[in-house]
């Protein structure tokens, strides 16, 4: 994907396929092979699928199931370096993605809209407990003297959780921070939903990949919200760190995104905003015309330099021939398509190719039972 201008404009790619034709086997080998070329990868795991491909290359799983403790804080904050060089911290962006984070968790669980009076306190709310630790959008603010005997040099300070911002909304002494409170419980240290209260306990650090495995988690609102804390983690954590180092993000089955308008955001943001960061943005998905059937999928479509096109549902053929202009043979051809037979699409140029690996690679990148 780093092949760079003319041939690809960008790193990302699209690969959209019916499932068992080969999509998910595709993306571990180019994730694989690209670990030997120094590219670091993440993968948003919903089925763990790439568990194996993880652990063979050294990488860590980070293994999500409820009720255990925290492993990620939604709130954490990275500098990262703008166009012209200069080092910041983007605290506003920071308070509006959690913002829009809340606004997942009320609306999945139990269908709650927050009000313009609700959102107003939360704004309050967070200002003030990054506002507490002296946070500002100068890099050195997110800093500290190290506390502990015998260390010299400065630590990460510790980031606002769910607990502190209950306590906050608690402290207000009114009916709109009860009512915020009560609705922000279940999501509190202990308690059902309770899987991000807390300070980080992941790192990234020089890991060849690292696999989100989100299988555990139930559909209705747990993976839903654990996709898009992820996602925000991945940006500050992974995307804006290390720009010298080509970087891989896979988020498979990325139609789930496109259910919830905040996830749906968010990818767009990373499509259009990867790029500069050194990274590819890999997005597979087996409902093209369920991700198509938004702004936000459109706008991911539009910002890849490639995409992979093999054996489609006969429900979406339709869509994909007129989306990428396909002659009636090109479709014929993704209609009777073999698992690993793809069209390959980069600017105006297509060509046919076949996905193999070797014996090998296939004992790792094969979660098909009894074969690929």
């Known amino acids: 994907p780093f092949i760079g201008p003319p041939v690809m ?28 070329r120094g590219v670091r990868s ?7 699928e790439y568990r194996a491909l993880t652990e063979k290359v050294g990488g860590v ?13 939604p709130f954490d ?14 605290v506003h962006e920071k308070l509006q993605d959690i913002k829009n984070l809340f606004n997942v968790m009320f609306l999945n669980n139990g269908g709650y809209q927050l009000s313009p009076e609700e959102n107003a306190m939360l704004d309050r709310c967070l200002a003030s407990l990054y506002s507490k630790r002296q946070i500002t959008s100068h890099p050195d603010s997110l800093y500290e003297p190290d506390p502990r005997p015998g260390y010299v040099g400065y630590r990460k300070k510790e980031m606002p959780t769910f607990s502190e911002v209950a306590e906050w909304l608690e402290g207000q002494g009114n009916e709109t921070g009860k009512r915020l409170s009560t609705l922000l419980f279940p999501y509190l240290k202990g308690n059902a939903l309770g899987l991000f209260d807390g300070q980080s306990r ?3 650090r020089d890991a060849a990949a690292i696999d989100f495995d989100i299988s555990h988690l139930e559909e209705g609102v747990m993976k839903p919200l654990a996709m898009h804390v992820v996602l925000n983690w991945i940006w500050e954590k992974f995307v804006k ?13 990325a139609w789930m995104y496109m259910q919830h308008e905040d996830s749906a955001l968010f990818l767009e943001k990373m499509s259009r905003r990867c790029r500069k960061r050194n990274t590819s943005f890999c997005v597979a998905s087996q409902s093209f015309e369920e991700f198509t059937r938004n702004q936000q999928g459109k706008a991911v479509l ?8 093999l054996k489609q549902n006969e429900t979406d053929i339709e869509y994909v021939q007129a989306q990428y202009h396909l002659s009636d043979g090109q479709r014929q051809f993704l209609e009777s398509a073999y698992p690993g037979e793809a069209l ?17 690679e296939h004992e790792f990148v094969n979660t098909t039972p009894g074969g690929r």
């Open 9 to 36: 404009p960008n790193a990302n790619m699209n690969v959209f396929a019916m499932s068992g034709s080969g999509k998910s086997y595709l993306l571990k080998l180019l994730a694989a092979r690209s670990a030997l």
């Open 42 to 48: 993440v993968f948003i795991d919903p089925d763990g």
């Open 61 to 73: 799983i980070v293994d999500f199931r409820p009720g255990q403790e925290a492993l990620i804080n």
């Open 77 to 90: 904050l990275e500098e990262e370096e703008d166009e012209n060089g200069q080092v910041k911290v983007n």
């Open 202 to 204: 992941v790192s990234l």
């Open 241 to 253: 760190q290390n720009r010298h180092i080509h970087k891989l993000v896979v988020a498979d089955e």
């Open 302 to 309: 539009t910002n890849a330099s490639a995409t992979v096109l």
């Open 344 to 360: 390959l699409k980069i600017g105006k140029n297509m060509l046919s190719l076949k996905v193999d690996a070797s014996p090998f």
